[in-house]
């Protein structure tokens, strides 16, 4: 069973300023490495950290760490894994984005850090 982060922990972790910052570093210290990291989180991710927050340097940095650091492991998406998703999405009750839909189907299989409350609701009742 992989680890997967999604982008509540990833940009607690690399945001200083954020409130969970000391929670996302220590999620990600502790878990079993590597850490895979789904295309569409990391798309979310560098979004969130460039755009809304204004951290542009530490989406930079984000994107160097994936290529770069042996404990973070990208996950391309492919055309079967994007089916899944959709159809997860058309098929959920629950609000929960497409990104959201995407990890719930991929903890299936796989352990997810999540700080997102709703989404570790859905992931519960998953399993």
Known sequence: MATIA???VLVAALSDDDALHSRGVGALRDAGKPIYVPEYVVIE????????LAMK????DFIH???HNRDLRLIPS??????????YFLLTKKRL???????????REHTVLTFDKALAKAIREEK
């Open 6 to 8: 999604d982008t509540s």
């Open 57 to 60: 340097d530490s989406a930079d």
């Open 65 to 67: 760490a994936l290529f």
């Open 78 to 87: 492919s055309p079967a894994f994007f089916i899944a998703v959709t159809r």
């Open 45 to 52: 991710t560098v979004t969130v950290l460039a755009v809304r």
């Open 97 to 107: 984005s497409f990104v959201d839909c995407a990890l719930a189907t991929l903890a």
